[in-house]
């Protein structure tokens, strides 16, 4: 049998660092290539076969790993902080980087990272994008209000982005001079930009083929609509990754971290390791949950009634994930159950 060569990447924007070991840990190839997928083919037609190659999670592993992945016996990305914590060291360069990199992959103690697939991570580009736009869409908002707090301008605030009431306003008010005019003018048409861009990216991520049928069935939960049934679907990718519901509300951040020494126990009220996409749009969703469904508006209330409402938001967050995690496993439609006054799905 052949033996198997172990590479380790240290993946940058402009470079990548590699150090190519065998099972014994002997160095065959080491180097410095410009990272552009010309020169990873050239690379790649000197390395030993067969090989499989590691490297950390960056915004630049993705391309990386598709152009890799049909040439390499196996591929894995490494999670940053876990790999940080075994591979730690006084000395630290990008050499050296690889050669750890190579051997937590060689000695079997790669970190390994979930990467999804190509058509996953490239919807979920636009649907980030999406979620750009609205933030800026925000901005624009909020300065429209500074504009016209800046002048002095009396205004209804809960009317303010209206069509109607904001035409009126600029052509009424006496308080707004021509230049302060133009700015809302240039204001209100990058909202309205915005908004049409947004609304469009939406609808083709919801008509896509590949993922309609599932967006469809998670939207069967009372309170999940087409934005957290797409933000779920794209960050998630697939489900059954998750080996209990505890360990997909962790991947969410909506748990607390632990901090333990000795007889002293501290917990953080929500932890920063997390996809912070989800834990957005849950927290988000779980608000306005209550309105939507008897059985979270009575998890919310039974811990509200503890006296915290922000505790009581993520106990309903954590049991809309306990939902979409039941639905799109089974791959059945949420259904309501009621027996003494209890729902389930």
């Known amino acids: 049998m052949q033996s198997m060569y172990y590479v380790g990447l240290d993946v940058h924007k402009k470079t990548i660092s590699y150090c190519v070991k065998d099972a014994s840990g002997h160095i065959h190839l080491e180097g410095t290539i410009p990272a552009t997928r010309m020169d990873l083919n050239r690379w790649m037609k000197t390395l030993p076969e067969p090989w499989t190659a590691a490297m950390e999670a960056t915004i630049f592993s993705g391309w990386i790993y598709d152009h890799l992945k049909p040439h390499a016996a196996a591929l894995k990305v490494a999670h940053p902080l876990m790999l940080r914590a075994i591979a730690a060291a006084k000395k630290k360069n990008d050499r050296i980087d690889a050669h750890k990199i190579a051997d937590c992959l060689r000695c079997d103690f790669l970190p390994e990272s979930y990467m999804a697939s190509t058509e996953i991570r490239e919807r979920r580009r636009t649907l980030r994008y999406r979620n750009l736009l609205v933030r800026q869409a925000v901005q624009m908002k909020n300065k429209t209000a500074v504009l016209l707090m800046e002048a002095g301008v009396a205004y209804n605030k809960q009317r303010l982005h209206k069509v109607g009431y904001f035409r009126e306003l600029l052509t009424t008010n006496q308080d707004i001079d021509d230049g302060l005019r133009s700015l809302l003018r240039m204001c209100r048409e990058t909202v309205v930009r915005l908004g049409k861009t947004e609304s469009a990216l939406v609808r083709s991520l919801q008509r896509d083929p590949m993922l309609r049928e599932r967006i469809d069935r998670l939207m069967t939960i009372p309170a999940v609509g087409p934005i957290t049934a797409l933000t779920w679907v794209l960050e998630v990718g697939d489900v059954r990754r998750f080996s209990s519901i505890k360990k997909a509300i962790s991947y969410c951040g909506l748990c607390g971290a632990e901090k333990s020494s000795g007889d002293t126990i501290q917990r953080t009220p929500l932890s920063k390791q997390r996809n912070r996409h989800l834990q957005t749009i849950l927290i988000e969703a779980a608000k306005m949950a209550p309105r939507n469904s008897p059985a ?23 049991k809309l994930v306990a939902y979409l995690v039941a639905v799109d496993r089974r791959q059945k439609d949420f259904l309501v159950v009621e027996n003494e006054n209890c729902t389930a799905a």
Do not use: F, P, S, W
């Open 296 to 318: 979270l508006a009575m998890i919310y209330d039974r811990e509200k009634q503890k006296g915290n409402a922000n505790r009581a938001t993520l106990a309903v967050a954590r």
